[in-house]
């Protein structure tokens, strides 16, 4: 049997990107399972949602935003910690970087491994890495709620703490006029998720429950298609939910009859690879998030840090 290559390593061809209106002032831009990024603007600004790899590659989205709105970045979200989605912030030049307490401290503990890491799993997402000034940092954070006036007749964009899920310190962006969810991580539409720093516990119940007492009516997840409409919207919480359910059944039921980490590995892969398989980064996250899961449920309370030397022991033990 030929080995798998190692994470998203051998994905280099490029993605179709789709720039979506969302509603008046609300966008969102997909690429076919990358990375997906948003923007809302106010009366006289843009809000942005999440921030890519790179600068070059946010560059790229802010020129497709630009066919919209001329706006300055005021605020830029950052949903949480994972260098893919905020190391680009840079390009932004917003006045505030906003983020979870606890995702300032995830930067500060691991913020140098989690680059390293994610730019050996993904170097297509790296787009002009030596673009990159640094380490990204948000000048403002909360613990519970963060609101954005918007202005005018816009409403409120509120930053909402649902609690610990696909990390410690994941946000969402909702707004309750529009009724539109920037859900980050917390929730995919049809692509695999990734957990190797989760709360897998927390998210399959609290926090996914949070998430769906918003009520939202259009959600854009961490990737895949934006759900449109209620019915498409519970759809995609629930197969986060789902997703979350069979990995900690699984690898449960391994540890309570002994077995191994490989077993476990191998039964999650197989109760789950009917469903989800052919989604995006499926078999590049399932070794991470059973690791992570394994884990977990043998108390060990905080994701232990990947570096790039521990990604590849893992995947050779799981995938090789």
């Not at 986060?240 to 309570?256: K, N, S, Y």
Request: hydrophobic fraction near 45%; proline fraction near 4%.
């Amino acid at each position: 049997m030929t080995a798998k290559p190692f994470a998203s390593s051998a994905d280099l061809g490029e993605k179709q990107r789709t720039l979506e209106v969302l509603a008046e002032g609300v966008y969102a831009l997909t690429a076919d399972g990358d990375p997906n990024i948003g923007a809302i603007e106010g009366e006289d600004f843009v809000v942005a949602f999440e921030a890519l790899a790179t600068p070059v590659a946010a560059r790229e989205w802010l020129a497709m935003l630009r066919e919209y709105t001329d706006k300055p970045v005021r605020y830029l979200v950052l949903s949480h910690y994972h260098a893919v989605r905020v190391l680009g912030a840079s390009a932004f030049d917003a006045d505030v970087i906003v983020a979870h307490d606890r995702t300032r401290e995830l930067i500060a503990e691991r913020g140098r491994q989690d680059w390293e890491s994610e730019y050996g799993r993904m170097p297509r997402l790296f787009k002009e890495p030596a673009s990159i000034p640094g380490l990204t940092w948000p000048t403002a954070t909360f613990s519970d709620r963060f609101t954005i006036d918007l202005g005018g007749d816009r409403g409120d964009l509120e930053l909402r703490y649902c609690g610990r899920g696909h990390t410690e310190g994941d946000i969402v962006a909702w707004l309750p006029k529009q009724k539109v969810l920037f859900a980050g991580d917390l929730v995919e539409a049809q692509a695999a998720l990734y957990t190797g720093d989760a709360f897998h516990r927390d998210w399959a119940c609290g926090t996914l429950d949070a998430v769906a007492a918003l009520g939202a009516e259009a959600l854009v997840g961490g990737r895949g298609a934006v759900a449109r409409g209620r019915e498409a919207v519970d759809a995609a919480i629930a197969q986060t939910r789902d997703f979350l359910r069979v990995m900690i059944e699984q690898v449960g039921a391994v540890q309570e009859r002994g077995g191994t980490l490989k077993e476990a590995f191998e039964a999650v892969h197989t109760e789950l690879a009917p469903r989800y398989g052919r989604w995006p980064i499926f078999e590049h996250c399932l070794p991470f998030d059973v690791s992570r899961l394994w884990d977990e449920l043998s108390g060990v309370e905080r994701p232990r840090i990947w570096t790039a030397e521990r990604d590849r022991e893992v995947w050779a033990q799981l995938q090789g």
